[in-house]
Structures are given as C-alpha cells and as structure tokens.
C-alpha cells in the first residue's frame, strides 16, 4: 500500500492552540473555533472546519485559505486539520479540562497535569493505569476516563488516517459519523463503498482515493463501482436501464483500461446475484432482452408502476355531454379553437382517473392544459401544477392563470 500523501502545498498553513470552541453542530461536525496562532500569539484567528470533535486548548494544524466575512471579519476556512500534542502545559491543561474526556474537568486536569507535568499525554497513552497516582481518581473513575480516551483517540486517529488520503474534513466526518471507529477497517478494504454509502462522495472521489491507496486500476472493486457509476449516471441522460452492451462500452471509457469484455460481464453477473444492481426482461424488437438497472432506479420505477396501476384501478364517473358543452362554451367564450383530437383530449381526461397528455412541438398541449385547468376548477377538483424546472413552472404559471410549482417545491 502507498504512502499517505501530505498536504496540498497550495492551502496555506495555520498552527496555533483552540481557545473555545464558538460554535460546534453536532451531526455534520461544522465548527467555529478562536485559535491563537504561534505566528502571532497577540490575536485570535477564526477557523471555520469540519471536525468530528474538537476541544478548547488543543493545539491543531490547519491547512486552508483565509478570507474576509462582510460581517463576521477575517477568517481561515480549513479543509484539513492534524491534531498535535499540546504545546505548553497550560494548553495541556486546557485541553485535559475542557470536556474532552469523562471524569476530567479543569480542577481534575490541574491535578494531573501538576503531577505528570510533560509526561502527562504518554501517561494517557501507554501508563493509564498510573492515573491512580493522582488524588481523587479512583478504579471506578480511571475506567471512566479510559473509555472516554480511547474514543478519543479513535477518532484522532480516524481524522488522521482519512485526510492522509486527501479526503477533506467535511467529508472525514460524514465518513466517521456513518461508520464509526471501523472507518480505517472499511475504507482500507474498498474505498470505493464510499461512492454509495457517502452522500457528495461520487465514483471520481472514492477512485482517486482508492488509487492513492494502491488499488489496481484492473482491480475488480474498481469494476464493480464503474458499473455501478454507470448505471446511475444512465438517468442524467434519461434513461432508466442499459443493455449489457451498453454497459461494457461505457464502464470501458470510464475506466480507461483494457479491461476484457467477457470480464466486465462477470462482474456484472456477481453484482445481479448479490442484488447490488438490477435486471428485468423486455421484449425489444421482437425479443427478450435482459435489461440492467441501477438498484435505486429499478425500485423507483417499480414503485411508480404500482401506483399507477392503482390509479387505473379507480374509477371516475362523469356527465360528459355535460363536459363537452361547457369545453365548447367556454372556448367560444375565450376564442380558443380546439382541434377534434384536443377536445377528445380535453373531455376523456376529465372523465379519467389517471391519464397522460403528450405530443410534438406544436400539437396543442399548452392550450389543452389551459381548457383543461379550468373545466377542472369549474367541476370542482382541487388542481395542482407541478413542472420539472423552475422555467417550465413559469410557463405553466402565464399560460393556466394558476400557480405551478417545481416539483420539489410542491413536494416540500
């Protein structure tokens, strides 16, 4: 396995010691921290970062680039941070007292301190058992501040191993937070589980990662997240499963490597028998064809067919000579002039429990919508508009006279 690699020589460097800890959201580790740098004691730096845990008096290295808030002043946004030891024994002190384990605050920490002095942290680390030694720490309360260490340390570590590989805070608390203290464990055995169970870690990220630690580029975890990658990067062009020789081609010029066709396919295989990814038989041109999806896809669609198919199950009834005379009224009214095929439209939807309208460029779809919206309104239905995009709601919007949403928005 390759050696870690250092810090990106372009962010700039901030070491200092962790006055207070400002602000610290717990379930996405963003924090805002005062630090006192080493390159000038007289001031305190802002630091912005993502951080699993951090504690006043500790003493971080930062790596970043400083900026200016219009309100909040100058301020340091880090990307990477290695905690060190602590750099004098008042930030020992601190650091010991302020929350960080268990059965330690500040008066406890004096004591420790006062007693081990610069041998306090290798205490911690390798003699904890000698912890006894200070008064008022007993068996019961040196368990206590066992346990609270060695999670502490397991997250250093974690933190430290992660952004070794270029993986920045953000996204090494995302990946502690979802698993743990097997975070080193997991990552080490297939980085590239982090493109499907890390939201914002796609294939490109957890590759590079992965080739940072010496992963082969014909290695079959790297085939099996470029199929995977493929088939859920399918729907960005519209489409809801590939054939396998889709499949093939686009993992290929993904990857980059000559990789065999017949290998590609038994990955594929291993990934439908393990259910990681999908398929279903279509008929295509007169024959079945095995069609393969993406996990997430496959159900999404099933699901939509199901409700679907339980709309069709409903049942509308309507008085349609009713129907067509209030559609005619209303375009004589309105000078709209509807073609047979629209008013056949027009009036079968609206005696329908789920239908589709579609059609070309030009084939009338907006003026049916506008008729439709009303004869709706005017039967007393509650309507509700929805479109793909801002724009298209928009639209929607100028030529109904009723307010559409985007779908997200009308999904809250």
């Known amino acids: 396995m390759q050696q870690q690699s250092a ?38 730096t802002t630091v912005l970062i993502h951080q699993v845990k951090v504690f006043a ?21 880090a990307v990477r941070a290695v905690e060190k030891k602590p750099a004098t024994a008042a930030a020992l002190e601190k650091y010991l007292g302020s929350g960080l384990i268990c059965g330690v605050g500040p008066a406890t920490a004096k004591k420790i301190v006062g007693h081990f002095n610069e041998k306090t942290l290798d205490v911690f680390e390798s003699k904890i058992e000698e912890l006894m ?25 974690v933190m430290i191993f992660l952004q070794g590989y270029g993986i920045s805070t953000l996204f090494s608390t995302k990946i502690y937070k979802t698993y743990g203290d097997k975070a080193i464990q997991i990552v080490s055995a297939n980085p590239y589980r982090l493109a ?39 729907r960005e062009e519209g489409h809801c499963f590939l054939t396998d020789r889709q499949i093939s081609a686009n993992t290929l010029e993904l990857l980059r490597e000559p990789i065999a066709e017949d290998r590609i396919m038994a990955v594929l295989e291993n990934l439908l028998f393990t ?20 996990k997430g896809l496959y159900f999404d669609e099933l699901t939509t067919a199901q409700q679907v198919q339980g709309l069709l199950g409903g049942s509308v009834t ?24 629209q008013d056949a439209a027009v009036c079968g ?40 995009t801002g724009r298209a709601a928009q639209r929607m919007t100028e030529v109904s006279g009723s307010e559409a949403k985007t779908i997200h928005r009308l999904l809250e």
């Open 7 to 44: 810090p990106n020589e372009n962010l700039e460097r901030l070491a200092g010691i962790v006055e207070r800890v400002t602000f610290h959201n717990e379930q996405n580790g963003w924090s805002v921290l005062k630090v006192t740098s080493f390159r000038d004691p007289a001031r305190l």
């Open 57 to 77: 008096g500790a003493t971080m290295e930062f790596w970043g680039a400083g900026g200016h808030h219009a309100k909040f002043g100058e301020q340091f946004k």
């Open 133 to 157: 030694k200070v008064p008022g720490i007993a068996e019961k309360k040196l368990e206590q501040i066992k346990t609270s260490w060695e999670e502490h340390r397991a997250i250093r570590d």
């Open 196 to 234: 499907h169970d890390i939201y914002g870690i796609g294939f490109f990220s957890a590759d590079k990662i992965a080739l940072a630690m010496g992963f082969e580029r014909t290695g079959e975890p790297r085939i099996e997240s470029g199929i995977k990658h493929v088939l859920a990067a399918s």
């Open 275 to 294: 259910s990681q990814v999908k398929s279903r038989k279509l008929h295509r041109d007169g024959e079945r064809e095995t069609c393969y999806y993406s």
């Open 318 to 341: 309507v008085d349609r000579e009713r129907v067509r005379a209030w559609v005619a009224q209303y375009c004589e009214k309105h000078q709209i002039n509807l073609s047979d095929e």
């Open 349 to 388: 939807i609206a005696g329908e429990s789920f239908s589709i309208l579609t059609g070309g460029p030009g084939a009338g779809k907006t003026t049916c919508t506008k008729v439709l919206v009303q004869l709706l309104r005017a039967m007393k239905k509650h309507v509700l508009l929805a479109a793909p």
